[in-house]
């Protein structure tokens, strides 16, 4: 297990480290929701999700919607590590011709579905964990939302029939970074009580530190235990997480690092540890 | 001979139930109005395969797109002013964006809503829809032509718009076959040429009869597919009959009429007249009222054509 961890929070380091290269290269962005949701998304792919990168089709994948689309960074660089398509693709983001959009669509081997206009994504996914049913097939469907996103009408509607439908299959997370464009979520527009919010949508509501490997793989656990209603993970987050001048800065919602910053943010990171040896030795 | 007449929204139903037998991709989705579109009669038999999303039409929008990346064919209903208007985006970004299989067939459009007032009858959702790329339109004439369009989108891949009515509409003489993208004549004539689509088709061959009364010769077309346009067809009509009325039970911005004119004033440009709602919301009253009002009669375009031979 605590090689298994450490071997994440590997994973983790190296996408953050993706995502700040990325980002500067692009020259715009956004690094803050990328970096808080990191942790969630290297469970995911490496962890969690049954997928195959060599058979990004394969009908019994699990399934993963970024709802929160604007945060694709983390996602590209996930899908590269794992081998969807070869990292020289992260330098071109957000370039003409490019196949990594601003926002995420099919064109690229892994994505399932297009987003990037917020509140749509947990009924995608919703469709999809349906469809899965009707097959009567196995996979589950994830979806990652902003804080802010959902505060879009959609959501709410979505949240109301997955119970309905009971959708056990799916399980939502939301990236609770308290930030949102224009300021702090308890400014803009209070959430809370959240997960007495989700609970009273008939949802299994957990709540945990979402940049706890240890504590995320077990929310994830339980989830897949639930039976007869949808699961919702509240991931407490940092925005910006990480990178010690983008951590709770709302300006780094979007806002690429300079050069300057990137170097410096870069460094922060740290080198990643080869822990190869462990893995050998563990097996 | 009585001549037939059907709802379009019952043609629907029946034909849902058709491919459901033949396809067991086929899923069918509704927002509380499966009784009004007749996607009930799909529920009633395929319950496993038919969901209701309540009043929450943006959901349902976006979770059949989900739906349909499951290699689905997803048919869904609800008014057409819900299916339009409410979820555009859902529309734009969710379903056509990700060119899904995903057929919105919406009922209770037009005018011809009657009694339920403006807020219900929508008739700016051709317009809207048309500007998205990807979404394909049709909007039958009648009840046998319903089952053409429905079986089309079924047999073509990609997001389809089908428009249909509220109230029984009667077969249309000399249908031809429908084809996706194409329009034909339905009544022969030689002055001036109407083209049409939907209930209007019905209004332009009434109109066509009593002008034949008067010695005037008016051919009719039907235009059932709006998006792809038949751009073909409309040339070789501007060059034939040089005078053209476009007649819609739509705003008369984005729909038919900006079709023909979009064509035309590029490739051969002619005058063209319009039947249409202009610029204004609609209101309650029998269906019969309100196309009289809002100038869309048969008696209406027998006037304007007379105005137009006389210019």
């Known amino acids: 297990m605590e090689t298994k ?111 990037g206009s917020l509140g749509q994504g947990l009924s995608i996914a919703l469709g999809m964990a349906l469809s899965g049913k009707i ?4 996979y589950r469907v994830y979806c990652l939302m902003g804080d802010g996103e959902i505060q879009e009408g959609n959501i709410w509607e979505a949240a109301m029939a997955a119970a309905h439908f009971k959708a056990d299959n799916l399980c939502g997370i939301i990236d609770y970074n308290h930030f949102q464009i224009d300021g702090r979520t308890d400014d803009i527009m209070n959430l809370e009580p959240l997960l007495n ?20 793989l077990e929310a994830f656990r339980i ?25 709770h800065v709302v300006d780094f919602h979007g806002r690429a690092p300079t050069e300057k910053e990137r170097e410096i943010a870069l460094h922060e990171l740290g080198e990643i540890e080869n822990i190869e040896k462990d893995i050998e030795e563990e097996e | ?39 009930i009669l799909f529920a009633k038999e395929f319950p496993d395969r038919f969901f209701n999303f309540g009043v929450a039409e943006q959901n349902m929008m976006a979770t059949s797109a989900g739906i349909a990346s499951c290699s689905k064919i997803v048919f869904l209903s609800t008014f057409a002013m819900f299916a339009s208007a409410r979820a555009l985006d859902q529309v734009r970004n969710s379903i056509c964006y990700n060119n899904l ?31 998205i790329p990807n979404m394909k339109i049709i909007v039958p004439a009648d009840g ?61 061959l009434a109109a066509a009869k009593t002008l034949k009364e008067k010695g005037k010769d008016a051919a009719v077309f039907n235009f059932p597919t709006i998006k792809p346009f038949d751009k073909a067809l409309i040339v070789e009509i501007a060059k034939k009959y040089g005078k053209i009325i476009v007649c819609e039970e739509h705003q008369v911005t984005g729909g038919l009429y900006s079709a023909v004119c979009e064509t ?13 709602v202009e610029d204004r919301f609609g209101q309650s009253g029998s269906p019969k009222e309100l196309m009289e009002c809002y100038g869309l009669s048969a008696n209406c375009i027998v006037k304007k054509c007379e105005e137009f031979l006389r210019k």
Request: charged share 25%; hydrophobic share 40%; net charge positive.
């Open chain 2, 264 to 276: 035309l004033s590029h490739d051969y440009p002619v005058l063209v007249e319009r039947i249409g």
């Open chain 1, 135 to 138: 097959d009567k097939k196995g």
């Open chain 2, 1 to 39: 001979m009585a001549i037939e007449q059907l709802y379009q929204r019952d043609v629907y139903g029946k034909t849902l139930v058709e491919l459901g037998k033949r396809d067991p991709r086929v899923i069918v989705l509704d927002a509380d109005l499966s009784g009004s579109t007749r996607t």
């Open chain 2, 101 to 131: 299989n995903v057929k919105i067939v919406a009922t209770h459009s037009g005018i011809t809503v009657g009694e339920d007032g403006a807020s219900h009858q929508a008739l700016e959702d051709i317009n809207f829809m048309r500007a």
């Open chain 1, 5 to 115: 961890i450490k071997h994440l929070k590997n994973k983790a380091t190296e996408i953050r480290k993706l995502i700040v290269e990325m980002l500067a290269k692009a020259g715009s962005g956004h690094p803050g929701g990328s970096l808080s949701s990191t942790d969630i998304i290297t469970c995911l792919y490496f962890e969690i999700m049954r997928h195959d990168p060599k058979n990004p089709a394969w009908p019994d994948r699990d399934r993963f919607h970024l709802s929160k689309g604007h945060c694709c960074p983390a996602l590209y660089a996930a899908l590269s590590l794992s081998g969807y398509f070869p990292r020289e693709k992260l330098w071109t983001l957000r370039k003409f011709n490019s196949m990594l959009q601003g926002h995420p669509d099919k064109r690229v081997p892994g994505v399932e579905l297009a987003s």
């Open chain 1, 223 to 247: 989830a897949n235990s639930v039976k007869l209603k949808p699961t919702v993970i509240i991931a407490h987050t940092v925005k910006g997480k990480g990178v010690s001048f983008m951590e």
């Open chain 2, 144 to 204: 046998p032509e319903t089952r053409s369009a429905i079986l089309t989108a079924y047999e073509t891949n990609g997001p389809f718009y089908v428009r249909l009515g509220r109230a029984k509409v009667p077969s249309i003489e000399n249908r031809k076959e429908f084809v996706l993208g194409k329009g034909y004549i339905c009544a022969d004539g030689k002055d001036i040429a109407l083209v049409a689509c939907g209930v209007m088709v019905n209004e332009a």
């Open chain 1, 197 to 216: 919010k989700w609970e009273a949508f008939g949802w299994h509501a957990i709540a945990c530190d979402g940049h706890n490997i240890k504590e995320l």
